[in-house]
């Protein structure tokens, strides 16, 4: 009786851990979609001819509100549960790596994408002239599991995984995983809207590879959003992820935004970089003096002594330019990381005057200056330039180090 009671105590924390760790975006969809689906039980709304993206009333009557009111209302409870479990982790992962707005406005052009791609598709399929499939035109179809299939590209994308699961059964290349979703529900389940399901993928790859970039506003529409008094109430929530930086272009990362010579690293480590900033990661103490800057981390230092004093002018130069700038504020947490990475940058100068630094296990990069590359790498995983700046100066130039004082500071 005393293990039914504590394991019933504890639904509702577990619940209530698990709705906190959601970012604000993807809970509100959520909360949206199960909201909408409670009202149309109670009133016994079951018409969903009216609200569904139906091509024939958008040609006909341009009744474009379709193109959102069809993603937010489900069939059934399976449809809604099935939907809102998937929204959890691909939501939550883009959200964190966008910011909210972001992704609201990467929703809000996937859905539109999507249901271009279908309106066209539709239009071919039922007026070309070897065979007609006409009743493309009258397909009702509602659900968020479109924009899912493209959440699903985007996502496979940026981790740069070769493989993936396939319902735990068996692997797949990940460029196919999509694709073998699209024929498994095809095959699995009954009603379901094969373009709906196909656009989503062709969006989802169409925005990967970049061809929706001149759509995508830079930061500094996303930061106007948010500075704005009808949002403060949002931002303000703990669970709100502000868009603090971004790529100077405005482009979220995609395949256009790496070169040829950064693909590799790109697509190989970025997941393991948007991994280390969860903060899941535990890794034992270190040394007192450098916890207060890089929790748990330990490194060494690597490179020759005119490499690392040129390294240790260009740092110095860039702290003072960055201090005396009254253009870019500089974020406290910033001024306490430029102020002990000077201080360490001295420390090691005083060493390297009697001996010079040894690499024990350490990449050649580190301690050095960072190339344009690597700054525009950091910069398109949703970082402000500044700010990337000054976290390599304070880092000595390991990326890595780097990021976690970023990442710090968006915490």
Not at 68 to 95: D, K, Q, R, T, Y
Not at 129 to 137: E, K, L, Q
Not at 342 to 354: E, F, H, V
Request: glycine share 8%; aromatic share 10%.
């Amino acid at each position: 009786m005393r293990s039914n009671i504590v394991t019933e105590a504890g639904l509702p924390t577990r619940f209530k851990q698990w709705w906190e760790g959601i970012p604000f975006l993807t809970s509100m969809v959520i909360a949206v979609c199960a909201a909408i689906y409670l009202v149309c039980l109670l009133i016994g709304y079951d018409s969903f001819v009216e609200v569904c993206f139906l091509p024939s009333a958008v040609i006909s009557k341009f009744q474009v509100y379709r193109v959102f009111s069809s993603i937010f209302f489900h069939g059934s409870i399976l449809h809604l549960v099935f939907n809102m479990l998937a929204l959890v982790p691909l939501g939550s992962e883009l959200e964190r790596v966008m910011g909210s707005i972001r992704l609201l406005y990467m929703i809000i052009l996937l859905a539109t994408t999507s249901a271009i791609f279908h309106l066209l598709i539709t239009l071919i399929a039922a007026y070309n002239p070897v065979y007609s499939y006409y009743h493309f035109m009258d397909e009702c179809a509602i659900g968020f599991s479109g924009v899912l299939f493209s959440m699903i590209v985007i996502e496979t994308g940026l981790s740069g995984v070769q493989s993936r699961s396939v319902f735990g059964l068996f692997n797949v290349p990940a460029k196919l995983y999509p694709w073998i979703l699209l024929v498994a529900f095809q095959l699995l389940m009954t009603n379901i809207s094969l373009l709906g399901h196909l656009c989503g993928i062709l969006s989802g790859f169409a925005y990967t590879y970049g061809l929706f970039n001149f759509m995508i506003p830079g930061s500094s529409f996303y930061s106007g959003i948010e500075s704005s008094p009808w949002l403060s109430t949002c931002v303000r929530r703990p669970k709100y992820i502000m868009c603090t930086g971004g790529d100077p272009s405005g482009y979220i990362p995609t395949y256009s935004t790496r070169n040829t010579s950064s693909s590799g690293m790109l697509s190989g480590n970025i997941w393991t970089n948007l991994s280390s900033w969860m903060p899941r990661r535990e890794v034992p103490p270190q040394s007192t003096e450098d916890n207060s800057r890089f929790p748990g981390r330990g490194r060494t230092l690597g490179a020759t002594q005119t490499q690392t004093v040129s390294a240790n002018n260009s740092d110095s130069s860039l702290q003072a330019r960055l201090l005396e700038s009254g253009n870019s504020p500089v974020h406290p947490s910033s001024q306490e990381a430029i102020v002990a990475g000077q201080q360490r940058n001295d420390r090691r100068q005083s060493g390297l005057d009697t001996t010079a630094a040894t690499t024990i296990g350490t990449p050649l990069s580190q301690g050095m200056v960072p190339s344009e590359e690597e700054i525009q790498k950091l910069v398109a995983m949703g970082f402000d330039k500044t700010q990337v700046e000054v976290a390599i100066a304070a880092a000595d130039g390991d990326l890595n180090v780097a990021i976690e004082i970023l990442m710090t500071q968006q915490g």
